[in-house]
């Protein structure tokens, strides 16, 4: 079959640069450049169609629309708004946060609270796309604005990292590369950040809405405690070596905990599908049957193993995925849980929580 490429797209980051370009140079000389070009941080020179532009008395205005690619951004055909407006001598460069453009209120973020949600490198590819309009030092008020922002917001991470009013100004590379995995891990490791900056002593990283709403129940734990883990179970593991804190959950369904009982960091489906002949030894040495261990090996999904195994399946997975969890958190000593739980919700196994095993942490 035919691989299918699929269409990158641009950040945020790099729409709102492109807005600000266009609007800075219709600010000093009276024309916006349509289409304009920008710098990215690798250095590719791309060119946006402006959406919207207005020049006022001391002030312009320009807009881009973003285009996602092929990849579900939420963001995807969003109008990224930049106003620039003249500022006293010797001020710089200020940036706002405008209409659905949010403010950091949490500690933990690359950026102080108060400041708007504009991120370090989108900052960085404005200042020096301000500097290509004009040598001199530009003094102005960058203030960036996405309409419906606030909407869109609450369907991302935002509120739970305490970005509060709209969406962040996002962008490491200015490309948004089709179902990058980049992203939602570094959306996990902001997350580990600001739990660790507000002191938090135990979070909770979860495989999907379920668990994570009964792992939270569990325990009572904030939103800021939650971590959307995903798939990315290696992802949040391997972060929290390094940025260790007291306490971890890790919560799934019974399907991705028995990936990762069978040692899988990845569980995602295209990593493949659990080992059911490996999933029915493990019920063999918890003391199920052979007639047991038999429909286990052969069953259709892990659901159906689980529905006709004789023993407590799920305590053995949890405690399998424990000892995988446990391995790559070396050496970092955290208290470790691992709770499984089915499509309603029900906890149906756990291993509570164990301080992992101190020492180096062996090669794989």
């Not at 379920?210 to 129940?217: G, L």
Request: charged fraction near 20%.
């Amino acid at each position: 079959m035919r691989r299918i490429e699929l269409r990158r797209g641009w950040t945020t980051g790099a729409c709102a640069t492109a807005a600000t370009k266009a609007a800075y140079a219709a600010l000093l000389t009276g024309a916006f450049p349509d289409p304009v070009e920008i710098i990215l941080p690798r250095g590719e020179r791309v060119s946006f169609a402006l959406a919207e532009t207005v020049l006022g008395d001391g002030t312009a205005t320009a807009a881009v629309v973003k285009d996602a690619g092929d990849d579900p951004d939420v963001t995807h055909g969003a109008l990224i708004r930049a106003t620039v407006s003249r500022a006293s001598s010797g001020s710089g460069v200020m940036f706002r946060a405008g209409p659905g453009v949010g403010t950091i209120t949490r500690p933990g973020l690359p950026l102080p609270p108060g400041e708007p949600a504009i991120n370090p490198t989108p900052r960085a590819m404005i200042l020096s796309a301000l500097a290509e309009v004009a040598a001199a030092a530009a003094d102005v008020v960058v203030e960036l604005s996405i309409p419906g922002g606030e909407a869109l917001a609450a369907r991302t991470l935002n509120g739970r990292l305490g970005i509060v009013g709209g969406l962040s100004i996002l962008g490491t590379t200015g490309i948004v590369v089709p179902y990058s995995c980049a992203a939602w891990i570094d959306s996990i490791h902001r997350g580990i950040d600001v739990a660790r900056a507000v002191g938090c002593l135990h979070i909770a990283g979860a495989t999907g809405s379920t668990s994570e709403k009964s792992i939270q129940a569990l325990h009572d734990l904030p939103d800021v405690a939650l971590i959307e883990m995903g798939d990315f179970v290696g992802g949040m593991l391997k972060y929290l070596r390094a940025h260790p804190i007291a306490r971890v959950s890790i919560a799934g369904g019974i399907a991705k905990m028995t990936k990762l009982a069978q040692g899988r960091l990845d569980l995602h489906s295209r990593r493949g599908e659990a080992d059911l002949p490996a999933l029915a030894l493990l019920a063999r040495e918890a003391g199920a049957s052979e007639d047991a261990a038999a429909r286990i090996a052969h069953a259709n999904t892990v659901a159906e193993a689980f529905a006709v195994s004789d023993v407590p399946l799920g305590d053995a997975v949890a405690a399998g995925a424990w000892q995988v969890a446990a391995e790559a958190l070396r050496p970092a000593e955290i208290s470790l849980e691992v709770a499984v739980f089915d499509r309603a919700g029900a906890l149906v196994g756990r291993r509570p929580f164990h301080p992992s095993p101190p020492g180096r942490k062996r090669r794989r």
